[in-house]
């Protein structure tokens, strides 16, 4: 499915009043009307573009507020935010739904339940990453940096299938391991795969291709470099990522060779000691991979495992870090490694933004959409919910308001390579979403005039109004 529609459609015209608005910019107006405009704009993946946002009797004087093409929303209760980005998720793992887990049993364990319990059925991948997509789509999400996970150790196109002809924008990475006995089978299947992902990279509009090393404990550092070389030559660079400093059993793999890791990769008949070429020397995951960072710009995910050479690493090489606070406490990463240090990463001027992981890690209520609340024996869901990453955070460590929703909106645009100015709210500028949250009226702040600690305080769910890949005048909600 193209971003682009393929027929000449008349621009529609769409003003939202609402309690107040909010984005990562600063702007806090309230009371707050937001006008859209919706036009056919060739090569662009941003249809949607704000005309003017301000005090409703500011939007009055606007010359599109007394156009016969206007529609008007009316949300009194709710606040108004961009699009959300989850810069990393696993949509192919939706089916497996939220589970328990004992951080004291350790990361294999769970890691061998992902890998009994995941599809290698094309058609069964599919319906698992189109529920992901709803459950993103249901929690005001826009953009997703989705990991395309590798089936029995081959890249899979799949998910990158499904995700384009869905409505979000964002990255499919192709997930990959090349290590010991693996790592030869691994290079040749990129060679052999090269012109069906070349293929890909030019067809994909606004959801790019992009390559997946999985992480330093499973991919040779060779290897990472010759991803590197391909990616560079899938058009304008395909973006990269990797797993980075997620647990103790990497530090512990990586530093001295041992572990679990290593137990793991003898058991699947994987380990040879070519590994020991570059593990094994006392490094941390960050310094062993510091010579790849500085090769390419990466997308980091998690980095629970982080000392102060590890964020000069990270500044350094222009890597963004994509922090998923929920799997952190899922898998107990604070036991090992203390707090996160993402704020000490934003103060140096790592880009940081916020992901999920997979739904396997959030609540029971996170698997469910809302129209699952019509099912008796299930309450609503809140779907895969960056917004309750936010709240989450912002509970847990009194995190500043603004610096949330920079991470949940233009630092996501920048970990996914897409334009940050689309996932604010200002005049002239493309709008890749809107969502409205309900607050309630008599929610206490420490500032009665902060509307985004409104949001953070409260629970409402969030009602996407819209998304700029979608170019309908059916796509906006009728007021209510």
């Known amino acids: 499915m193209s971003a682009q529609p393929t027929t000449s459609v008349r621009p529609l015209l769409l003003r939202i009043d609402a309690l107040g608005a909010v984005d990562a910019t600063g702007l806090s107006v309230s009371p707050c009307s937001v006008l859209v405009e919706f036009a056919d704009r060739p090569g662009s993946i941003f249809p949607a573009r704000t005309l003017a946002v301000g005090l409703p009797r500011e939007i009055d004087q ?60 094309p058609e069964r991948i599919a319906a698992s990453v189109r529920r992901g997509i709803a459950l993103s789509l249901a929690a005001g999400t826009v953009a997703v940096g989705d990991i395309a996970g590798a089936i029995r150790g081959h890249i899979t196109l799949e998910p990158w299938r499904i995700l ?41 509009g ?13 991919v040779a550092r060779d290897v990472y470099f010759k991803a590197i070389a391909q990616a560079l030559t899938l058009g304008h660079a395909a973006p990269l990522s990797t797993h980075l400093a997620e647990t103790p059993e990497e530090h512990e793999f990586i530093a001295g060779a041992r572990g679990p890791q290593r137990e793991l990769l003898e058991a699947l008949g994987i380990w040879d000691d070519s590994i020991l070429k570059d593990i094994g020397k006392g490094k941390s995951p960050a310094q062993h991979l510091e010579s790849v960072l500085a090769a390419q710009p990466f997308t980091v995910a998690h980095v629970n495992d982080a000392d102060d050479a590890a964020i000069d690493i990270l500044a350094r090489t222009n890597t963004r870090v994509v922090y998923c606070p929920r799997a952190s406490a899922y898998f107990g990463a604070e036991r090992h490694f203390g707090s996160h240090r993402y704020r000490d990463m934003l103060r140096a001027g790592v880009c940081v933004a916020i992901g999920t992981d997979s739904v396997v890690n959030l609540p029971p209520e996170a698997g469910r959409l809302p129209t699952d609340a019509a099912i008796p024996t299930l309450p609503a869901g809140r779907g895969m919910s960056i917004l309750d990453e936010m709240r989450f955070l912002y509970a847990r460590d009194g995190t500043p308001p603004l610096e949330l929703m920079r991470m949940a909106t233009v630092n996501g645009a920048r970990a996914l390579g897409l334009n940050a100015a689309a996932f604010q709210i ?14 309630s009226a008599g929610l206490a702040t420490s500032n009665p005039g902060d509307l985004l600690e409104r949001i953070l305080l409260g629970t409402g769910l969030p009602e996407l109004l819209f998304h700029s890949r979608i170019y309908d005048t059916t796509v906006v909600n009728s007021p209510g």
């Open 62 to 121: 606007h010359e599109a507020s007394h156009s016969p093409a206007l529609r008007t929303v009316s949300r009194p209760n709710a606040v108004l935010i961009p699009g959300l980005v989850n810069a990393h998720t696993h949509l192919d793992l939706t089916h497996i739904g939220p589970q328990p887990h004992d951080p004291a049993a350790g990361f294999i364990p769970w890691v061998d339940m992902i890998r009994n319990r995941r599809e290698i059925e």
């Open 164 to 204: 384009r002809q869905s409505t979000l924008l964002g990255v499919s990475w192709l997930e990959f391991f090349a290590i010991g006995t693996g790592q030869a089978r691994a290079e040749a299947m990129l060679d052999r795969m090269r012109p069906e992902i070349e293929a890909a990279a030019r067809e994909s």
């Open 206 to 218: 606004g959801v790019r291709i992009g390559l997946q090393p999985h992480a330093p404990n499973t």
């Open 426 to 439: 200002r005049g002239g500028d493309p709008i890749a979403g809107l969502i409205a949250v309900p607050v």
